[in-house]
C-alpha cells in the first residue's frame, strides 16, 4: 500500500505540469491537472483505507539525492489516519479551484497556482508517511518552500 501512497503523492507533484506546458489561457491544463489530482486522491485514500482495515506496516526505501543516501517511508495505522483528511481536502480543493481560480481569467497566476498547489499536497503526504529524519526534513521543506510560492 505504500507504493499506492507514493505513487498518489507523484501524481500529485506532476499534475501542475500540463498547466505550465500548455498555453496560459488554456482551460485543458487545469482540467488535466484536476483529472490527477482528483485520481492521486482516490488512490491515496483508498491505500489508506486499506491500511484502517487491518493491513500490517509497510515500508518502503528510495535512493536519496546525495550518494549513499537513502529515504525511508513508512504506512502504518497512525500515518493511514492523517492521509484522507489530505487527499480529500486537497482533492476537492482542486475541483473548486475549477471555478474559483479559472486558467482563462487569471491566466498570469492560474498555472503557477495549481503547480504549487500540487507540490504541496504531495509533500504534506510525504510528511505523513516519512519514515526517518532525513526524509522528514526533505518533506518538510519542500511543503514549506510550496506554501511560501503559493501564496
Same mark, same amino acid.
Not at 85 to 113: A, C, E, K, V
Given at each position: 500500500?505504500?507504493?499506492?501512497?507514493?505513487?498518489?503523492?507523484g501524481? $500529485?507533484?506532476?499534475?501542475?505540469?500540463?498547466?505550465?506546458?500548455?498555453?496560459?489561457?488554456?482551460?485543458?491544463?487545469? $482540467?488535466?491537472?484536476?483529472?490527477?489530482?482528483?485520481i492521486?486522491?482516490l488512490?491515496?485514500?483508498?491505500?489508506?483505507?486499506?491500511?484502517?482495515?487491518?493491513?500490517?506496516?509497510?515500508?518502503m526505501?528510495?535512493?536519496g539525492?546525495?550518494?549513499?543516501?537513502?529515504?525511508?517511508?513508512?504506512?502504518?495505522?497512525?500515518?493511514?489516519f492523517?492521509?484522507?483528511?489530505?487527499?480529500?481536502?486537497?482533492?476537492?480543493?482542486?475541483?473548486?479551484?475549477?471555478?474559483? $481560480?479559472?486558467?482563462?481569467?487569471?491566466?498570469?497566476?492560474?498555472?503557477?497556482?495549481?503547480?504549487?498547489?500540487g507540490i504541496?499536497?504531495?509533500?504534506?503526504?510525504?510528511?505523513?508517511v516519512?519514515g526517518d529524519?532525513?526524509?522528514?526534513?526533505?518533506? $518538510?521543506?519542500?511543503?514549506?518552500?510550496?506554501?511560501?510560492?503559493?501564496?
Amino acid at each position: 500500500m505504500i507504493i499506492y501512497v507514493l505513487l498518489a503523492a507523484g501524481l $500529485w507533484a506532476v499534475s501542475g505540469l500540463p498547466g505550465l506546458l500548455m498555453g496560459r489561457r488554456s482551460m485543458r491544463g487545469q $482540467w488535466a491537472a484536476t483529472i490527477l489530482t482528483t485520481i492521486g486522491s482516490l488512490l491515496g485514500i483508498g491505500a489508506a483505507a486499506a491500511m484502517l482495515t487491518g493491513r500490517a506496516l509497510e515500508a518502503m526505501q528510495i535512493r536519496g539525492p546525495a550518494p549513499g543516501m537513502v529515504l525511508h517511508f513508512r504506512l502504518d495505522a497512525l500515518s493511514a489516519f492523517f492521509l484522507p483528511p489530505i487527499f480529500l481536502i486537497g482533492g476537492l480543493g482542486s475541483i473548486y479551484g475549477l471555478g474559483y $481560480w479559472r486558467q482563462d481569467r487569471n491566466p498570469r497566476t492560474g498555472n503557477r497556482l495549481r503547480f504549487c498547489y500540487g507540490i504541496l499536497i504531495a509533500a504534506l503526504a510525504m510528511v505523513v508517511v516519512a519514515g526517518d529524519g532525513i526524509a522528514f526534513l526533505f518533506a $518538510w521543506e519542500i511543503m514549506a518552500l510550496a506554501a511560501f510560492f503559493l501564496v
